[in-house]
């Protein structure tokens, strides 16, 4: 594999992992700022913020879901393809506004969202959504130039694109809804996007579906109500039918800087175009826009080391006050008495209350998890198996290492506690410790593969832990030893026996966790501790919570070292 620095092009992904559906904005009344918004589904906290001064140095600033009082029913859905998706992020007189929607199809709750906030920067400022009718899914917002407001939306191959004014102070339509345009032919027209240029409302839209045939497509006409003419040179972005490194380019929103450039930013898989290995998910990436004056914008196509940009100077801002770390960096994760968990911290659904404490009497600077009644497999049918004991981060990087100490004590048969490679309840890779089934704690080794891909659901692998490892703390490794294989170990920690020899190595491809039923997310590396339903109640105590970047793919056989990008 060939290893290179780049110190002048720009690097893609701009927000590796799993980071799908993005849109953004630029807001020079916040002192020339960039935010961006993705999906999260059933993760939580959710409908991430990110921000940046130069386009290339990301931090998560805040989560516009933070609170189980936001969305009480958030817990009652249980599908990898629930929750909330394909939101719309755009600035107006000194508001932000967030809209999407929350889908429940397993418990009949299909809503479109409303979050708004003045201060994108404090998590807390952004407060309980408005409801407003539901016009279809992947809602935009237009704010025209008399001052309306307009939701767009998609149906799909069931109506294609619609729209209706709307009053934001209030979340209610206040017109009827009409038809825009079913675009150009492609399958799934979705993800709309209004924009006004040179006397033109354009409206781009993401047809193809998920995989491979993912596009964009634009129309234009001079009414906001239509009719549409579709652009002849249609689809302005796309890596179909092409060997890219970087496939399913799509679901993309426009936007300009301080100097009036313009950007584009879809989502992609770093999977070529066998779309069969992608564990990160899809992920948000960069392209420039040139878009002359009563011209059709020209979009370049993505790919992993991007020249000749013209992007906003380096800049060494980093937001006030909580978390600094930018989207692309390390974890060095103590848990220190007083200390909060970082934002980028997520879990799978709404945690319990009492599941997780940081520093708890006896085990300072430490994670004390509580273990659940579910596991990490569960029955993805149930709300009930949403309630899992299970903290975890998005692999950013095709070459990582994640590491944590764990001290943890199974008496009861069922318990067991790990590290986890975490897609879906039916596709993770679990190390741990654990009684189960056997006459004494066990170092195991489990693959979870339910009919989602060739490697089939495997039996787990056992080990009996050694005497002297039973009352300290084992080391679970987790590294990404290339972009298609994860190496699993388990080690003693603060080895003073010089035990050094003793190590438990298992290895697992990465197919496992991409695509399946879990295509819409990526991989989350985390912990997790869980009494398989029975009575076990063992906690475990977390410490050295360690995320090490070593590496980005960015095309056959080329990584970027990190720290060089």
């Known amino acids: 594999m060939e290893v290179i620095g780049i110190p002048k092009s720009f690097i893609n992904p701009i927000l590796p992992g799993w980071n799908s559906d993005p849109s953004c904005i630029f807001v020079p009344e916040a002192d020339n700022t960039f935010f961006c918004t993705t999906s999260s589904f059933l993760a939580y906290p959710g409908l991430p913020i990110y921000a940046s001064k130069d386009l290339q140095n990301w931090f998560l600033i805040s989560n516009a879901l933070h609170h189980p009082s936001q969305l009480p029913y958030f817990t009652n859905t249980s599908r990898p393809d629930e929750g909330i998706f394909a939101s719309t992020l755009r600035y107006h007189k000194g508001t932000y506004h967030l809209s999407t929607v929350f889908y429940g199809v397993s418990v009949g709750i299909f809503k479109t969202l409303l979050f708004e906030t003045t201060d994108p920067l404090s998590q807390s400022a952004w407060g309980v959504p408005l409801e407003c009718p539901t016009l279809g899914y992947d809602p935009d917002l237009f704010f025209d130039d008399d001052g309306q407001s307009y939701i767009t939306a998609s149906r799909s191959t069931n109506g294609g694109i619609v729209q209706a004014p709307i009053d934001l102070a209030t979340g209610q339509l206040t017109g009827e809804q009409y038809h825009l345009w079913n675009g150009s032919g492609g399958a799934w027209p979705e993800g709309p996007h209004i924009y006004k240029k040179d006397g033109f409302y354009y409206l781009m839209i993401a047809e193809g579906g998920i995989s491979v045939d993912h596009m964009e497509t634009i129309a234009r006409s001079e009414n906001l109500a239509g009719p549409y003419t579709s652009y002849t040179k249609n689809p302005i972005l796309t890596n179909r039918n092409s060997s890219e490194y970087f496939q399913t380019v799509g679901h993309a929103d426009l936007f300009q800087d301080a100097e009036g450039n313009w950007f584009g930013a879809a989502l992609a898989t770093r999977s070529g175009p066998q779309w069969e290995n992608f564990p990160m998910g899809r992920e948000t990436v960069l392209f420039p826009v040139t878009w002359d004056e009563g011209q059709w914008p020209k979009l370049d196509p993505v790919r992993g080391i991007m020249d000749g940009l013209s992007l906003p100077p380096r800049s060494r801002w980093s937001p ?56 990490l497999t569960g029955d993805i049918s149930l709300p009930t198996a949403q309630n899992r004991t299970l903290v975890a981060r998005k692999q950013a990087h095709s070459l990582f290492t994640f590491e944590v100490d764990i001290l943890f004590r199974p008496s009861v048969n069922g318990e067991e506690a790990g590290v986890t490679v975490f897609l879906t309840p039916q596709q993770h890779l679990d190390l741990g410790i654990g009684l189960l089934d056997q006459d004494a704690p066990s170092i195991f080794f489990r693959v979870v593969d339910i009919g989602c891909s060739e490697t089939g659901d495997l039996p787990a692998q ?17 590294r990404a030893v290339n972009e298609t294989t994860y190496r699993f170990a388990a080690s003693l920690a603060h080895d003073r026996d010089h035990d050094h020899s003793r190590e438990y190595v298992f290895y697992a491809p990465a197919t496992v966790v991409s695509a399946g039923i879990g295509h819409f997310t990526g991989s989350l590396l985390g912990v997790y501790v869980t009494a398989n339903g029975g009575n076990g109640t063992t906690g475990a105590y977390v410490s050295r919570w360690r995320y090490t970047p070593v590496g980005q793919v960015v095309d056959y056989g080329v990584v970027i070292p990190s720290g060089r990008s």
């Open 320 to 375: 006030p006050g909580g978390d600094r770390n930018p989207v692309a960096g390390r974890d060095v994760v103590d848990f220190a008495p007083g200390s909060s968990f970082p934002k980028h911290f997520l879990h799978w659904s709404i945690p319990g209350p009492s599941a997780y404490r940081i520093s708890p009497n006896g085990h300072p600077y430490s994670l004390g998890l509580r273990p659940s009644n579910a596991n």
């Open 462 to 478: 056992f080990y009996s832990l050694p005497k002297h490892w039973q009352q300290r703390h084992v080391r679970l490794q987790v």
